[in-house]
């Protein structure tokens, strides 16, 4: 569960959102959009204990701005894909990372239930069979999948995704997306920044919509891309389509159709 | 088998240690040798050489050997840059400065340890200082602030050197800065115990953050790392051991550079087995290094740093650059 009372984030002195309120129950997938530089990232990193705020987050219950860093990543895990230059490390080793909060600083041996936890994290992302690659031989979507690994390996009851799906070809979008809904299913919190509209539709139980400086709304799906809102946000007329199932698809319109 | 590998290394540095204690300028063998150790209240010539001259002295380059390499090995991943050593932080500098000045000023010998090491030490708290952001530290502003107090203590030394009055002061000062373990012994290793003991406390603690920080800063924060907290434990025992390994033994280049990066190719960036390994072969080259500038110009010494450079950086060069797996290539 999170739970968000009156939250307002800065960068750099600079106001980027204000009075943010919201509440995700356990078992719940929602799909965090919004423009570029809207405030996604900050605020999925604010969630996660790291950025600054005002206001209170909840996490799992507890206050995060009190709770100690290590009792933090034992309830939130942040899965981000920025690269950086990592030395030589297997797959395994990178997502054996994911298991820190879990160790005090003199036990350096993984025990079974960490041994259990990586194996169960590299299966959930079919990295099983690359786990001792090297991470900078691996593809960019076979990165982000260990990214993903490493977050699942904390064994938190909340994790955040930070654009997942980037980089990442159709199919394994979906695969990715897909066990998302499956974490869900089974009781994790998930938030996840995305950019594309129909993939947070398809997958997501609300949408939470960042613009103009404020969460505008946490909807479902449907109600959020029928409504003109997400227009103004975007600044762009958009098409909807609805699927023979009911689902509902929107694209941005076509040329000319930017406003503002 | 990383682990057999660090056992491996860790089997080296009886070997080396070995090879240093059979060389002097008494011809011993390896069985008078452990005879005497076996002996360690005899009352002989023998005894003293072995108890008083050379086990010393061969403890005193490992534990120099060993202490650079650790603390090259904690800076360069906690900066993750592979130019980093245990000096960055100023303490080879300003030991140096502060000796040239106290041998100018007409200090006694053995009052240059400890003088080099609290010099040492207080070059490294305000290059922290200089480098604190809020309450953690600045990488960028860390390697600036070294760099430059070091540009500036170097000019002091040469200074120093420039305007010596006599040239025993000039080769006392180039003494140091060309490293030796000449002359010491017991007392010195006992002075500088308790900081060396600190310092390897504090690196057992860092092993466990050096790990979570082969991902990034980011990424290590968010597995719940205190990021800030483990910044300030690496940089104090890396510059504790570099400070006391200064009063041991003057400046030991190249050690705290190179043996983090060539146990690294072992054994890979697993501070579990990296710190250990870097330990032994830290501690095995510096023996053997020291062993070889006692044989070589006997009965004068050649000065280790010396040595260490002209051997070790062409070697080293080979073995880094030489063609490898790409992965292998990019440090932490």
């Given at each position: ?8 984030l ?22 965090l ?18 950025h ?10 507890a ?9 933090r990543?034992?309830?939130v ?36 239930e960490?041994?259990r ?39 938190t ?11 990442l ?48 709304t946490?909807?479902p ?39 503002g | ?7 491996a ?105 400890p ?48 305007r ?48 979570a ?38 400046l ?22 990296l710190?250990p ?5 830290g ?19 050649l ?5 260490l450079?002209?051997?070790g ?10 063609p ?9």
């Amino acid at each position: 569960m999170i739970g968000l009372r009156d939250v307002s984030l800065r960068v750099d002195g600079r106001l980027l959102l204000r009075a943010i309120d919201a509440q995700i129950e356990s078992g719940e997938f929602v799909a965090l959009i919004g423009p570029n530089g809207v405030g996604k990232t900050t605020l999925l990193r604010a969630i996660s204990g790291l950025h600054a705020y005002a206001g209170t987050i909840l996490v799992d219950g507890a206050a995060g701005a009190e709770l100690p860093p290590l009792a933090r990543a034992r309830r939130v895990a942040f899965v981000t894909g920025d690269e950086v230059l990592l030395d030589a490390l297997r797959v395994a080793d990178v997502v054996s990372i994911g298991r820190f909060p879990h160790h005090r600083w003199w036990q350096w041996q993984a025990r079974p239930e960490d041994e259990r936890a990586i194996q169960q994290a590299l299966r959930a992302v079919r990295m099983e069979a690359l786990s001792e690659r090297f991470f900078a031989t691996l593809s960019a979507g076979e990165r982000q999948r260990v990214w993903i690994a490493l977050g699942l390996a904390q064994e938190t009851p909340i994790l955040l995704l930070d654009e997942p799906t980037s980089h990442l070809d159709v199919r394994v979008a979906h695969e990715i997306l897909e066990l998302l809904r499956t974490l869900a299913r089974e009781g994790k919190t998930i938030v996840c920044a995305l950019h594309d509209l129909n993939e947070a539709a398809a997958y997501a139980d609300r949408i939470a919509l960042l613009g103009e400086g404020t969460l505008l709304t946490v909807a479902p799906p449907a109600q959020l891309l029928n409504g003109r809102l997400i227009e103004r946000v975007y600044g762009i007329a958009m098409e909807r389509v609805r699927l023979p199932g009911g689902g509902l698809r929107v694209f941005a319109g076509p040329r000319g159709a930017i406003r503002g | 088998m990383k682990t057999l590998k660090a056992i491996a290394l860790i089997a080296i540095v009886p070997g080396a240690g070995a090879a240093s204690m059979l060389v002097g300028a008494t011809p011993l063998t390896l069985a008078q040798i452990l005879s005497q150790l076996g002996h360690p209240h005899e009352q002989s010539v023998l005894h003293a050489i072995v108890w008083q001259l050379r086990l010393p002295r061969v403890c005193i380059a490992a534990t120099v050997g060993a202490s650079l390499a650790i603390g090259g090995a904690m800076l360069q991943g906690m900066l993750r840059n592979p130019l980093v050593d245990p000096y960055l932080t100023g303490v080879s500098a300003a030991a140096a400065a502060a000796i040239a000045v106290a041998v100018v000023a007409g200090a006694a010998a053995a009052t240059l340890p400890p003088i080099g090491f609290v010099a040492g030490l207080g070059a490294a708290l305000l290059v922290a200082a200089l480098a604190r952001r809020g309450s953690g530290i600045d990488s960028n502003r860390l390697i600036l602030a070294g760099v430059s107090l070091s540009a500036l203590c170097a000019a002091i030394v040469t200074l120093v050197i420039v305007r010596a009055q006599s040239y025993d002061y000039a080769a006392a000062v180039l003494s140091w800065l060309a490293g030796s373990m000449a002359g010491r012994g017991w007392h010195d290793l006992a002075a500088t115990s308790p900081y060396l003991a600190l310092g390897a406390l504090l690196a057992l603690a860092s092993v466990g953050p050096l790990n979570a920080l082969r991902i990034g800063e980011l990424r290590a924060r968010a597995v719940g790392l205190d990021v800030d907290r483990a910044q300030w434990t690496i940089l104090a025992s890396a510059s504790l051991l570099a400070a006391a390994s200064v009063a041991l033994a003057g400046l030991v280049g190249f050690v705290g550079l190179i043996v983090p990066h060539l146990t690294r190719r072992v054994v890979g960036s697993d501070a579990r087995v990296l710190l250990p390994g870097c330990a032994a072969i830290g501690a095995a080259l510096c023996m053997v290094a020291d062993a070889v500038c006692r044989r070589i110009v006997a009965p004068a010494e050649l000065p280790i740093g010396v040595l260490l450079a002209i051997i070790g950086v062409p070697a080293f060069l080979y073995l880094y650059l030489r063609p490898q797996v790409p992965a292998a290539r990019v440090v932490a």
